[in-house]
């Protein structure tokens, strides 16, 4: 499964859209993007996921570049209960053996 | 549909001694994965299971841990003669096979080896 790089920390205020990128230059042509989040003392959460092309559900968008060498998260509209970890994975199909790395600490202030 | 159950929530055990967890998973999920994660890293994949049958292992797993899935429902992890070095939680996901597998987790099992 192909690595991905995310900042370690980020911040935003309430009510505004958090853009959380993802580096993940060695992705292959059937390889997914994953997203999941961690809030505190909860287990990872799915959000979404994509393949090539731009994704949106009720939690959140996911825009992956044309190259598909990296993507960006967005959350529309940030909330208190919005501050957790995000983790951004890169599978094949088949099972979901994920890979999680350190993710990105995102803290949503009022 | 309540969602993946794990418990005992919390554990404290003395070295040496054995435990076991329980996950649940949701009903009608046929894959069931365990995870294990230590403060401030990100979960480590351990084991899966589809239906009754455990079909890898990470070799984090030695052979102080085992793990089962009777009937293909519900699965217990068990650790023998635990050491310091297993203190973490525990997660349990669970998914439907597809494309498009997204996976459930439970609020996790933490351990505490004194």
């Known amino acids: 499964d192909a690595k991905t790089t995310q900042p370690t920390s980020m911040d935003c205020a309430e009510g505004r859209a958090a853009n959380l990128p993802c580096n993940h230059s060695?992705?292959?042509?059937?390889?997914?993007v994953y997203w999941y989040r961690q809030i505190h003392s909860q287990g990872p959460q799915y959000i979404i996921h994509?393949?090539?092309n731009n994704e949106t559900n009720e939690m959140a968008s996911l825009i992956i570049t044309e190259d598909r060498k990296s993507s960006t998260l967005i959350l529309p509209h940030a909330t208190l209960r919005d501050t957790a970890v995000y983790y951004c994975?890169?599978?094949?199909?088949?099972?979901?053996?994920?890979?999680f790395g350190t993710g990105t600490r995102l803290l949503v202030s009022p | 549909d309540t969602g993946v159950s794990q418990d005992p929530r919390h554990k404290i055990t003395k070295r040496g001694q054995n435990v076991t967890f329980r996950c649940d998973p949701i009903?009608?999920?046929?894959?069931l994965y365990w995870y294990r994660q230590t403060l401030g890293q990100g979960p480590e994949f351990l084991t899966y299971?589809?239906?009754?049958?455990?079909?890898?292992k990470s070799r984090l797993l030695s052979d102080r841990f085992s793990a089962e899935r009777p009937k293909g429902s519900f699965s217990t992890l068990e650790i023998q003669r635990t050491e310091q070095g297993d203190s973490a939680m525990y997660l349990c996901?669970?998914?439907?096979?597809?494309?498009?597998?997204?996976?459930?987790f439970g609020s996790g099992t933490q351990l505490s080896v004194l």
């Open positions: 996901a669970s998914s439907l096979r597809g494309a498009d597998e997204k996976l459930f």
């Open positions: 009903s009608e999920h046929n894959r």
């Open positions: 060695t992705i292959s042509g059937n390889e997914y």
């Open positions: 994509g393949l090539k």
């Open positions: 994975i890169v599978t094949g199909t088949g099972f979901q053996k994920l890979v």
């Open positions: 299971f589809q239906n009754e049958a455990q079909l890898e």
